[in-house]
T-cell receptor
Framework: AQSVAQPEDQVNVAEGNPLTVKCTYS??????LFWYVQYPNRGLQFLLK??????LVKGSYGFEAEFNKSQTSFHLKKPSALVSDSALYFC??????????????FGQGTILTVHP | ETGVTQTPRHLVMGMTNKKSLKCEQH?????MYWYKQSAKKPLELMFV???????ENNSVPSRFSPECPNSSHLFLHLHTLQPEDSALYLC????????????FGPGTRLTVT
């Protein structure tokens, strides 16, 4: 079975500082990894994905994430946080093969708050 | 969010009512999904449709009945719900079910009284 863990329920950073939202995963086989953001009363918006290739993936709104196979992690990062980045962030994974092929499994979410 | 639309955005229903949620995607995708999002819990996949055929039912109670008449439309028919079914119901679509990203609608906030 595949799973995703987001160890922090909340992350607080000051505007202009770098931010990191952590994610670890467990899948059998090669993982596909995703980050989504959810603003209040809205659906999830796709930010970025890792399928294969470069371990550093760049996505929307200046976000990036680094795939680390040895640590089974896919942390979301941004060099300089904005107040408008405050939202709920979800990490997700799907299996590139096997019985759960294509099925997305989400973490429990991390609330990011960026203070002015 | 205009790629995937959901109606209604808010719904309040009694336990004996029957209602339906509607989802429409304008992205030309072939796969559609229903998710349930409850407070303090991870998103729960409910159903998956690929080319109008149901490929996954994640042990969802029969009081939730999905319908996919074509690749662009997905319904969730609701009857005799329980208060614990109150949640945000999210629809998503993707080109296929082969592991790519999914695109979500804004959701329907359901309250069962």
């Amino acid at each position: 079975a595949q799973s995703v863990a987001q160890p922090e329920d909340q992350v607080n950073v000051a505007e202009g500082n770098p931010l990191t939202v952590k994610c670890t995963y467990s899948v059998s086989g090669n993982p596909y990894l995703f980050w989504y953001v959810q603003y209040p009363n809205r659906g999830l918006q796709f930010l970025l994905k890792y399928i294969t290739g470069d371990n550093l993936v760049k996505g929307s709104y200046g976000f990036e994430a680094e795939f680390n196979k040895s640590q089974t992690s896919f942390h979301l990062k941004k060099p300089s946080a904005l107040v408008s980045d405050s939202a709920l962030y979800f990490c997700a994974t799907s299996n590139a093969g096997g019985t759960s092929y294509g099925k997305l499994t989400f973490g429990q979410g991390t609330i990011l708050t960026v203070h002015p | 969010e205009t790629g995937v639309t959901q109606t209604p955005r808010h719904l309040v229903m009694g336990m004996t009512n029957k209602k339906s949620l509607k989802c429409e995607q304008h992205l030309g995708h072939n796969a559609m999904y229903w998710y349930k999002q409850s407070a303090k819990k991870p998103l729960e996949l409910m159903f998956v449709y690929n080319f109008k055929e149901q490929t996954e039912n994640n042990s969802v109670p029969s009081r939730f009945s999905p319908e996919c008449p074509n690749s662009s439309h997905l319904f969730l028919h609701l009857h005799t719900l329980q208060p614990e079914d109150s949640a945000l119901y999210l629809c998503a679509s993707s080109p296929t079910t082969t592991g790519g990203e999914q695109y979500f609608g804004p959701g329907t906030r359901l309250t069962v009284t």
